[in-house]
């Protein structure tokens, strides 16, 4: 049995446009980054709004706000939603409980990952 790789999201980023919690996802490819100083501020942008749901109110759920991304090495993780062909981007920290992530995930492009969206 093929073992079920999991790919867990803190909110419910504004670059989901179709894709939901519990979808399946192909990694395509991992690029290290040496800081936030090697990507673009609409990149940034893009990959770190999210709405906040729990906002009582009105105006606020409606205004962006954006995950704050670890200082030093980091990771971009290039994904397909493969049921609806959305693509999409995710950063993270290069360097975690296991280690290096950027060899771990080098590993494991080209797997299927079940995605999991923690709203609480």
Do not use: C
Not at 13 to 32: A, C, I
């Amino acid at each position: 049995m093929n073992e079920i790789f999991k790919i867990k999201f803190s909110h419910n980023y504004l670059k989901f446009k179709r894709t939901k919690n519990g979808d399946m996802v192909q990694l395509l490819e991992v690029f290290p980054l040496y800081g936030l100083r090697d990507i673009s501020l609409s990149f940034f942008n893009y990959d770190a709004s999210y709405i906040d749901n729990d906002t009582d109110s009105t105006f606020f759920k409606e205004t962006p706000k954006f995950f704050p991304f670890p200082k030093g090495n980091l990771l971009v993780l290039l994904v397909l939603n493969t049921s609806n062909d959305e693509l999409f981007t995710t950063i993270r920290n290069r360097y975690g409980k296991i280690g290096d992530k950027y060899e771990y995930y080098k590993e494991l492009r080209d797997k299927f990952f079940q995605v999991e969206i923690n709203t609480v």
